[in-house]
C-alpha cells in the first residue's frame, strides 16, 4: 500500500512563493510518474505538473515559466516550485502518485491549501 502526504500550502501575496511537498511511503517500488494536480472552488480539478521516472516534465500553460516540479528519488518525494503566484493560483493541490508493476496503480493525497492574496 502507498500512502501520500502533501505539505507546504498557506497562504502568500501575489509575486511570492511557495514549495509543496509530497511524500510516498509504504511499498514505493515501481513509482513511475509523480504529478500535482489543483482544484478551485466551483472548477474542475486540473493538472498543474508531472515529472517521469526519468525526469521529462510536462505543465499546464497557465504555470509555465512560473512553477518548477521536481523529484527526490531517494526519497520518493516530489516538490512544486512556485514562484511569481497569483490569486487565480488559489486552490486545494493534490499530489498524485503512479506506480507501474504488473498493473497500473493511482493514489491521491489529500490536499493541501494554497491562497494567493492580491
Known amino acids: 500500500q502507498v500512502n501520500v502526504v502533501e505539505s507546504g500550502g498557506g497562504l502568500v501575496q501575489a509575486g511570492g512563493s511557495l514549495r509543496l511537498s509530497c511524500a510516498a511511503s509504504?511499498?514505493?517500488?515501481?513509482?513511475?510518474?509523480m504529478g500535482w494536480y489543483r482544484q478551485a472552488p466551483g472548477k474542475q480539478r486540473e493538472l498543474v505538473a508531472v515529472i517521469s521516472r526519468s525526469g521529462g516534465t510536462n505543465y499546464a500553460d497557465s504555470v509555465k515559466g512560473r512553477f518548477t516540479i521536481s523529484r527526490d528519488y531517494a526519497k520518493n518525494t516530489v516538490y512544486l516550485q512556485m514562484d511569481s503566484l497569483e490569486p487565480d493560483d488559489t486552490a486545494v493541490y493534490y499530489c498524485?502518485?503512479?506506480?507501474?508493476?504488473?498493473?497500473?496503480?493511482?493514489?491521491w493525497g489529500q490536499g493541501t491549501q494554497v491562497t494567493v492574496s492580491s
Open positions: 498524485n502518485v503512479n506506480i507501474a508493476r504488473e498493473r497500473a496503480y493511482s493514489f
Open positions: 509504504g511499498t514505493t517500488f515501481g513509482i513511475n510518474i
